[in-house]
């Protein structure tokens, strides 16, 4: 049991406060009390105390749509012509990349690189959406065991598709199953959802048999939609519907599926989303890298959508993307007033309201009963802070480099800008040798 003192407390949740001098009482894995500093002093005085020396505190971001397997592109050279549309970059990058993940080492230093960069950036908690397929049979395993040794909250899938046939399609579908019937009722740090890549790569055969078996475990799905115009170009000619329809169609989309881009959507498309109750997905820094588009933002909250904010690989900063989602809508819409209160919506209500539908616990707010998934910023208002005007303070004031300490389910993961538990050194110098010997792989792929 110990005690973060003397810190501006944002305790975010629907009666969001702001609290000076405030105090943190974390018992085990969870919040046990919030309040004046002094006082919890003076009741719990044998609780190890942690000094925030009025520092910023607030729960930790969350991401709610992330690739660690995509760490190995970085810097890494293409042969032949660059990708002139989101086809090629699927075809010449990710899709020659994952077929060559297949070794343990590849799939578990590619996941600890992003996860550590997002320790140090305040990402407590990711929805990853995984792919190997050179090595898909316990691949969620060694993702597990990653974001165990690095102590973030996870909540994994495998991408079911059938680019590379029959055989890795079926083993696609059986990860899934096994990893969430192995996280099934547990009370756990890690937890499992059904991945899919996306309309386009999914035949009828594989969406229903997918279907059946999510319906037996209980569980919706983690799948692109719309994210490039070849999906709606795909969806269209083998089915004459567009994705959303084609996926609604085979009973994909409901209130425990993550619809990730959503960018080439119409109004009956997002009619679909609505009166399904499927969570959307926003990710405009991968969406403005590959070119496709950026999604309809405010439709989506004028309907009343259920719509987070995640990386999609891109970065493991939270502070990052929701900085490029507060401009993104102001050059769309050529409006300067839209963004700034979707933007808050989506990091601080949202993606909290979306890992509750996969924790049993409150996730993302500071209160008592929550998972104690907290951070403290090294940030010092140059001008009145409140619970009114933080997240103006979040877009033009805190900077990654300002966390100083994460903390998730009551573990201390870095404390004064150090991690307390990993080898950040050791760690990329071995990524950097496995990473070397992947892209020999891809060169000859």
Same mark, same amino acid.
Not at 189 to 207: N, P, Q, R, V, Y
Not at 310 to 327: C, H, N
């Given at each position: 049991?110990?005690?973060?003192?003397?810190?501006?407390?944002?305790?975010?949740?629907?009666?969001?406060?702001?609290?000076?001098?405030?105090?943190?009482?974390?018992?085990?894995?969870?919040?046990?009390?919030?309040?004046?500093?002094?006082?919890?002093?003076?009741?719990?005085?044998?609780?190890?105390?942690?000094?925030?020396?009025?520092?910023?505190?607030?729960?930790?971001?969350?991401?709610?749509? @992330?690739?660690?397997?995509?760490?190995?592109?970085?810097?890494?050279?293409?042969?032949?012509?660059?990708?002139?549309?989101?086809?090629?970059?699927?075809?010449?990058?990710?899709?020659?990349?994952?077929?060559?993940?297949?070794?343990?080492?590849?799939?578990?230093?590619?996941? @600890?690189?992003?996860?550590?960069?997002?320790?140090?950036?305040?990402?407590?908690?990711?929805?990853?959406?995984?792919?190997?397929?050179?090595?898909?049979?316990?691949?969620?395993?060694?993702?597990?065991?990653?974001?165990?040794?690095?102590?973030?909250?996870?909540?994994?899938?495998?991408?079911?598709?059938?680019?590379?046939?029959?055989?890795?399609?079926?083993?696609?579908?059986?990860?899934?199953?096994?990893?969430?019937?192995?996280?099934?009722?547990?009370?756990?740090?890690?937890?499992?959802?059904?991945?899919?890549?996306?309309?386009?790569?999914?035949?009828?055969?594989?969406?229903?048999?997918?279907?059946?078996?999510?319906?037996?475990?209980?569980?919706?799905?983690?799948?692109?939609?719309?994210?490039?115009?070849?999906?709606?170009?795909?969806?269209?000619?083998?089915?004459?519907?567009?994705?959303?329809?084609?996926?609604?169609?085979?009973?994909?989309?409901?209130?425990?599926?993550?619809?990730?881009?959503?960018?080439?959507?119409?109004?009956?498309?997002?009619?679909?989303?609505?009166?399904?109750?499927?969570?959307?997905?926003?990710?405009?820094?991968?969406? @403005?890298?590959?070119?496709?588009?950026?999604?309809?933002?405010?439709?989506?909250?004028?309907?009343?959508?259920?719509?987070?904010?995640?990386?999609?690989?891109?970065?493991?900063?939270?502070?990052?993307?929701?900085?490029?989602?507060?401009?993104?809508?102001?050059?769309?819409?050529?409006?300067?007033?839209?963004?700034?209160?979707?933007?808050?919506?989506?990091?601080?209500?949202?993606?909290?309201?979306?890992?509750?539908?996969?924790?049993?616990?409150?996730?993302?707010?500071?209160?008592?009963?929550?998972?104690?998934?907290?951070?403290?910023?090294?940030?010092?208002?140059?001008?009145?802070?409140?619970?009114?005007?933080?997240?103006?303070?979040?877009?033009?004031?805190?900077?990654?480099?300002?966390?100083?300490?994460?903390?998730?389910?009551?573990?201390?993961?870095?404390?004064?800008?150090?991690?307390?538990?990993?080898?950040?050194?050791?760690? @990329?110098?071995?990524?950097?040798?496995?990473?070397?010997?992947?892209?020999?792989?891809?060169?000859?792929?």
């Amino acid at each position: 049991m110990y005690l973060i003192g003397n810190g501006v407390i944002l305790t975010s949740g629907d009666d969001n406060r702001l609290i000076n001098d405030g105090a943190i009482l974390i018992d085990g894995e969870c919040i046990r009390e919030v309040g004046d500093t002094q006082e919890l002093k003076t009741r719990y005085p044998e609780a190890e105390y942690i000094e925030a020396w009025h520092r910023l505190v607030m729960p930790g971001f969350l991401n709610t749509h @992330m690739h660690l397997y995509s760490t190995f592109s970085r810097g890494m050279a293409l042969k032949g012509e660059p990708a002139k549309s989101f086809k090629e970059i699927l075809e010449k990058l990710w899709f020659k990349l994952d077929r060559c993940l297949d070794t343990e080492e590849d799939i578990y230093y590619s996941a @600890m690189v992003p996860l550590i960069e997002g320790i140090k950036c305040g990402t407590t908690g990711i929805i990853d959406h995984h792919a190997s397929f050179g090595l898909v049979d316990g691949s969620l395993d060694i993702l597990e065991r990653a974001a165990e040794d690095a102590g973030v909250r996870s909540v994994l899938c495998y991408e079911t598709s059938d680019r590379w046939g029959k055989d890795l399609s079926d083993a696609s579908i059986r990860e899934n199953v096994r990893f969430i019937k192995k996280k099934k009722d547990m009370n756990d740090l890690i937890k499992g959802t059904f991945g899919l890549h996306a309309s386009l790569t999914l035949s009828d055969e594989t969406l229903t048999r997918c279907r059946t078996e999510a319906e037996t475990l209980g569980t919706g799905f983690h799948v692109h939609v719309a994210e490039g115009i070849e999906d709606v170009e795909d969806s269209m000619g083998k089915s004459g519907m567009r994705v959303v329809e084609r996926l609604n169609s085979f009973g994909i989309l409901g209130e425990k599926t993550l619809a990730v881009h959503c960018v080439h959507v119409d109004d009956s498309d997002i009619e679909i989303l609505k009166n399904t109750g499927t969570m959307v997905i926003h990710n405009p820094e991968s969406n @403005m890298n590959n070119g496709v588009g950026a999604a309809p933002l405010l439709e989506f909250f004028k309907r009343g959508i259920l719509t987070g904010i995640g990386t999609d690989g891109y970065t493991p900063s939270m502070l990052e993307s929701v900085k490029t989602a507060y401009i993104l809508p102001k050059l769309v819409y050529r409006d300067p007033r839209v963004g700034f209160e979707e933007s808050r919506r989506m990091l601080f209500e949202n993606n909290r309201k979306i890992f509750g539908r996969f924790y049993d616990r409150p996730v993302g707010v500071i209160e008592p009963g929550a998972y104690a998934d907290i951070i403290i910023l090294d940030y010092y208002p140059p001008t009145p802070l409140d619970a009114n005007n933080y997240f103006g303070h979040v877009i033009f004031g805190m900077r990654d480099n300002q966390v100083n300490t994460t903390i998730v389910n009551g573990r201390i993961l870095m404390r004064n800008h150090e991690l307390t538990e990993i080898d950040e050194e050791k760690v @990329m110098a071995k990524s950097q040798e496995v990473a070397k010997k992947f892209w020999e792989k891809m060169a000859n792929a």
